[in-house]
């Protein structure tokens, strides 16, 4: 048998990498998907290569920020929102500190303790405000998570943003280098976008431990029937 010790750990730092998923996914999903819609529109309209590369990494830039802004405002709101009500629970705890008692002594006795064990651990716990709160808020009153780290979620939603989301343009910065790539850079591109939307499933897949194939093929769907909206649009908008 492995120590249940190190079993913890690791369910432990799993969440903690885990923190931030949300931010990764939805940061490099929508990084892809608006900068592709951006070299899509272009290609319809025949533009230059340098106008791909300009309004691109301008997307890159103002979407990015703008979504991290949004991320920060936000994780913070909800922060301020979760701790406002875990000061107001644990003041109805203090209020009904008899009650709370009795609750968590009848819980033990549900749980196989006798009458005698749970008073006693009920009443030595009660001694510690702080920890007695906790355990009710979480236990008994269904505490509210609080996050941390508002600015590191936008931190992390704008890289990957702009990580993410410079993977159609990586083809038509290197085509000015490679002449070769001159007559294919679109169909490069799609298929670098279309890679890149699969790697975000399959890592995603990594930290909530479902299948990483299936992940990836359903963040390859969404996104290309995404991208494949925003062609057309594009496409249609180049002819006007």
């Known amino acids: 048998m492995g120590n249940p010790l190190i079993k913890v750990n690791k369910e432990q730092k799993k969440f903690k990498g885990g923190k931030y998923i949300k931010s990764i996914v939805y940061g490099g999903l929508d990084g892809i998907v608006t900068t592709f819609a951006v070299v899509s529109g272009v290609a319809g309209a025949s533009l230059a290569m340098k106008v791909v590369i300009i309004l691109g990494f301008s997307n890159l830039l103002a979407d990015g920020f703008s979504m991290a802004i949004g991320d920060y405002l936000s994780s913070k709101s909800e922060n301020e929102y979760n701790s406002g009500l ?58 509210e998570e609080i996050q941390e780290g508002p600015l590191k979620n936008a931190i992390v939603t704008f890289l ?50 479902s ?30």
Do not use: C
Not at 87 to 107: F, G, T
């Open 86 to 143: 875990k000061k107001q629970k644990s003041r109805e705890v203090i209020e009904n500190i008899d009650d709370e008692i009795a609750s968590l002594v009848s819980a033990y006795e549900n749980q196989g303790m006798s009458t005698q064990d749970a008073q006693s651990i009920a009443y030595t716990l009660a001694k510690y405000e702080s920890s007695f709160i906790d355990q009710r808020i979480t236990n008994g009153h269904g505490g």
């Open 160 to 209: 990957s943003f702009f990580f993410f989301g410079m993977t159609p343009l990586l083809v038509y910065v290197l085509s000015m280098f490679v002449p070769v790539l001159n007559d294919h850079v679109f169909f490069v591109a799609s298929v670098l976008t279309g890679v890149t939307l699969f790697i975000l499933g399959a890592l995603k897949s990594r930290i909530t431990h």
């Open 211 to 240: 299948n990483w194939l299936r992940s990836g093929l359903e963040m390859l769907v969404i996104g290309g029937l995404a991208a494949v909206a925003a062609y057309l649009i594009g496409y249609v908008l180049g002819g006007i």
